[in-house]
């Protein structure tokens, strides 16, 4: 075993030994890499995938934060990456979620069984009180043969004694599982960790006896360790396993699911989008900010073009900070307040459970819900997180999908005021057509890429009341980052249309396209305004739609066009950094036509 292998691999220091934080997902293992290493983290991509891996140093360490994995093995790009990290790697800190002993120690005991020489962390700590849970650390640490430590990370509980461990080398090889040099001698293979990782095919997507038998027998020892070690209050685990299983079994799931969403449309496109905003966009702006801008400006500015530019239609201090402050803002913040909500109370892996048989006729496993729940929030984050999916299949699934259908938070915003004001059976048509353009482009998608859908392995955390600090605090952050990036992007494009507007040629496109727009679109042609704006901000170019006048059937067919309209600009330049300019403007162009054809078929139909 070569430790240099890992530094050469992740093109990091070689004079500093390494150790490698391994766990599952979700157990707070960025938070002690966080701790250990403080502020100065460096990132190296994983060569021939699409996997970062965060390093940082801790005295004479080298840290490496592998990606969460629930056992080592082949099956996607994150398992590769921890896998070749972890067989190259002696010293291991293996953190481990306290509440979820049972599932996270089969992972623990196969690093054992490979000779690891590992400490182990129980972190979360401070969770096993709430939820009545109590851990014989002392035995644990007997039966596994390491050093076991309790931590509480978030709240730096438990550090000072992890770096103490380090600091005296408590890293030791444990107990393997018993039996297991039985099993490998039947076949005449010699203990060591080599002839287990061949025999459990970590090389391999593939599945073997011989690895299904090592499995059971480690399986069936960690439930004994657990059953040794951890007592708890079944009533209470009881009724949260009953209700999370209410709400992933699709005859009780699916209602719950569409209720929520109800909820959600409620709360946005209602109390948000038509009551507050009706306020802060046409009293506390239309009224009283615009009134005492343009007297201001007036006093000052004398020439015509540069008072178009700043206070006309277009302008920089009329119609920017009404749509932007007036308008978006509040629908983001209430969109990201209600997602919150969801996340923090553990029902979002759950969906990604109850949808995970529909989405494999689209080629994809339930986890791809994520990404796209996450593109209600803005598609270009969306775009990022589709590197959770187990291959780049998948992945070119997921944005095409994304960058076609999936409208952002103040779009989804816009378009629930808008379509409330239509009423209830335009709503049920808008979802029908946007959610049959989703499953038949999905479905075509994955006949022509090659490849299978991998299976679905997802985390299902605890369920729990939403903490309201998490919540708001998530409602701050997400708010804060649309703000920032959005912010030059609307100013640029409030320019360019003001500048265009100033100049007439914003006419003279309107007239160009004309026979799209007005003849085969059946829209007023004031609607190209929409289009170009959606072409930088798909957000923005929604709401021009809340001043044009249009008869009701005209608004759905502007509704169903533009959300189904090409990615915006930032969404763009993401999908090229992942997969490169041929396939995002394949995307652009595929989603222009797509919009453009239904939406003149609509038209045509319903005008």
């Given at each position: 075993?070569?430790?240099?292998?890992?530094?050469?691999?992740?093109?990091?220091?070689?004079?500093?030994?390494?150790?490698?934080?391994?766990?599952?997902?979700?157990?707070?293992?960025?938070?002690?890499?966080?701790?250990?290493?403080?502020?100065?983290?460096?990132?190296?991509?994983?060569?021939?995938?699409?996997?970062?891996?965060?390093?940082?140093?801790?005295?004479?360490?080298?840290?490496?934060?592998?990606?969460?994995?629930?056992?080592?093995?082949?099956?996607?790009?994150?398992?590769?990456?921890?896998?070749?990290?972890?067989?190259?790697?002696?010293?291991?800190?293996?953190?481990?979620?306290?509440?979820?002993?049972?599932?996270?120690?089969?992972?623990?005991?196969?690093?054992?069984?490979?000779?690891?020489?590992?400490?182990?962390?129980?972190?979360?700590?401070?969770?096993?009180?709430?939820?009545?849970?109590?851990?014989?650390?002392?035995?644990?640490?007997?039966?596994?043969?390491?050093?076991?430590?309790?931590?509480?990370?978030?709240?730096?509980?438990?550090?000072?004694?992890?770096?103490?461990?380090?600091?005296?080398?408590?890293?030791?090889?444990?107990?393997?599982?018993?039996?297991?040099?039985?099993?490998?001698?039947?076949?005449?293979?010699?203990?060591?960790?080599?002839?287990?990782?061949?025999?459990?095919?970590?090389?391999?997507?593939?599945?073997?006896?011989?690895?299904?038998?090592i499995y059971a027998l480690?399986?069936?020892?960690?439930?004994?360790?657990?059953?040794?070690?951890?007592?708890?209050?079944?009533?209470?685990?009881?009724?949260?396993?009953?209700?999370?299983?209410?709400?992933?079994?699709?005859?009780?799931?699916?209602?719950?699911?569409?209720?929520?969403?109800?909820?959600?449309?409620?709360?946005?496109?209602?109390?948000?989008?038509?009551?507050?905003?009706?306020?802060?966009?046409?009293?506390?702006?239309?009224?009283?900010?615009?009134?005492?801008?343009?007297?201001?400006?007036?006093?000052?500015?004398?020439?015509?073009?540069?008072?178009?530019?700043?206070?006309?239609?277009?302008?920089?201090?009329?119609?920017?900070?009404?749509?932007?402050?007036?308008?978006?803002?509040?629908?983001?913040?209430?969109?990201?307040?209600?997602?919150?909500?969801?996340?923090?109370?553990?029902?979002?892996?759950?969906?990604?459970?109850?949808?995970?048989?529909?989405?494999?006729?689209?080629?994809?496993?339930?986890?791809?819900?994520?990404?796209?729940?996450?593109?209600?929030?803005?598609?270009?984050?969306?775009?990022?997180?589709?590197?959770?999916?187990?291959?780049?299949?998948?992945?070119?699934?997921?944005?095409?999908?994304?960058?076609?259908?999936?409208?952002?938070?103040?779009?989804?915003?816009?378009i629930s005021g808008l379509?409330?004001?239509?009423?209830?059976?335009?709503?049920?048509?808008?979802?029908?057509?946007?959610?049959?353009?989703?499953?038949?482009?999905?479905?075509?998608?994955?006949?022509?890429?090659?490849?299978?859908?991998?299976?679905?392995?997802?985390?299902?955390?605890?369920?729990?009341?939403?903490?309201?600090?998490?919540v708001l605090k998530k409602?701050?952050?997400?708010?804060?980052?649309?703000?920032?990036?959005?912010?030059?992007?609307?100013?640029?494009?409030?320019?360019?249309?003001?500048?265009?507007?100033?100049?007439?040629?914003?006419?003279?496109?309107?007239?160009?396209?004309?026979?799209?727009?007005?003849?085969?679109?059946?829209?007023?042609?004031?609607?190209?305004?929409?289009?170009?704006?959606?072409?930088?901000?798909?957000?923005?170019?929604?709401?021009?739609?809340?001043?044009?006048?249009?008869?009701?059937?005209?608004?759905?067919?502007?509704?169903?066009?533009?959300?189904?309209?090409?990615?915006?600009?930032?969404?763009?330049?993401?999908?090229?950094?992942?997969?490169?300019?041929?396939?995002?403007?394949?995307?652009?162009?595929?989603?222009?036509?797509?919009?453009?054809?239904?939406?003149?078929?609509?038209?045509?139909?319903?005008?």
């Open positions: 075993m070569n430790c240099h292998c890992v530094q050469e691999m992740l093109n990091i220091p070689d004079n500093k030994e390494v150790i490698a934080l391994v766990g599952n997902p979700n157990v707070g293992k960025s938070v002690i890499f966080n701790k250990l290493t403080g502020r100065y983290v460096e990132v190296s991509n994983y060569p021939s995938t699409t996997v970062d891996v965060n390093y940082g140093f801790y005295k004479d360490y080298v840290i490496v934060d592998t990606p969460g994995v629930y056992g080592i093995s082949s099956f996607n790009d994150e398992e590769i990456v921890t896998r070749d990290i972890v067989l190259n790697t002696q010293k291991i800190i293996n953190v481990v979620d306290s509440v979820h002993l049972d599932r996270d120690l089969f992972l623990t005991q196969q690093l054992i069984d490979y000779q690891k020489e590992v400490i182990v962390v129980l972190n979360m700590f401070d969770e096993i009180e709430k939820n009545d849970i109590k851990i014989d650390i002392e035995k644990l640490k007997d039966i596994l043969g390491v050093e076991v430590i309790a931590t509480s990370a978030s709240r730096g509980e438990g550090i000072d004694k992890l770096k103490e461990a380090i600091d005296k080398n408590l890293f030791k090889k444990g107990k393997s599982t018993p039996n297991l040099e039985k099993i490998l001698e039947s076949e005449r293979k010699k203990f060591s960790w080599g002839s287990l990782a061949e025999a459990e095919n970590v090389f391999s997507s593939s599945v073997s006896e011989l690895q299904e038998k480690r399986r069936s020892y960690v439930d004994e360790i657990f059953n040794k070690t951890v007592k708890f209050d079944t009533r209470k685990l009881e009724f949260k396993n009953k209700l999370s299983q209410v709400l992933i079994n699709p005859v009780t799931g699916i209602p719950i699911l569409i209720f929520t969403l109800y909820v959600m449309y409620y709360f946005m496109g209602v109390l948000v989008a038509q009551r507050l905003v009706d306020f802060t966009m046409n009293t506390v702006m239309g009224e009283y900010y615009l009134g005492f801008i343009k007297g201001i400006v007036k006093k000052f500015v004398s020439n015509a073009f540069l008072e178009k530019i700043i206070i006309g239609n277009y302008g920089m201090l009329s119609m920017f900070p009404i749509i932007f402050l007036g308008l978006l803002f509040p629908l983001v913040v209430a969109f990201h307040l209600f997602m919150s909500i969801l996340e923090d109370s553990g029902y979002l892996p759950r969906i990604a459970a109850l949808v995970d048989r529909v989405f494999n006729k689209i080629g994809l496993n339930g986890r791809a819900i994520i990404p796209i729940i996450l593109g209600f929030g803005c598609v270009t984050m969306a775009t990022i997180t589709t590197r959770i999916l187990g291959s780049k299949r998948e992945r070119l699934i997921t944005m095409f999908l994304l960058g076609l259908t999936i409208p952002c938070s103040a779009q989804l915003g816009i379509i409330s004001r239509l009423g209830f059976e335009y709503l049920v048509a808008y979802i029908l057509i946007i959610g049959s353009i989703f499953g038949i482009v999905g479905m075509i998608l994955n006949k022509i890429l090659k490849g299978e859908s991998t299976s679905l392995f997802i985390d299902l955390p605890t369920l729990r009341f939403p903490q309201p600090t998490n409602t701050y952050y997400k708010s804060k980052g649309f703000l920032i990036e959005a912010f030059p992007i609307f100013v640029m494009a409030t320019l360019v249309l003001g500048i265009l507007d100033a100049t007439n040629l914003l006419h003279v496109i309107e007239n160009f396209a004309q026979p799209v727009i007005t003849g085969f679109l059946k829209l007023p042609k004031q609607i190209t305004e929409v289009f170009i704006l959606s072409i930088i901000r798909r957000d923005y170019g929604a709401a021009g739609l809340v001043t044009i006048p249009t008869t009701k059937g005209q608004m759905f067919v502007a509704l169903v066009t533009t959300t189904l309209f090409v990615p915006c600009i930032t969404s763009f330049a993401m999908m090229t950094k992942e997969n490169g300019l041929k396939y995002s403007g394949f995307v652009w162009v595929s989603s222009a036509v797509i919009a453009i054809l239904v939406g003149g078929v609509l038209a045509h139909i319903v005008l």
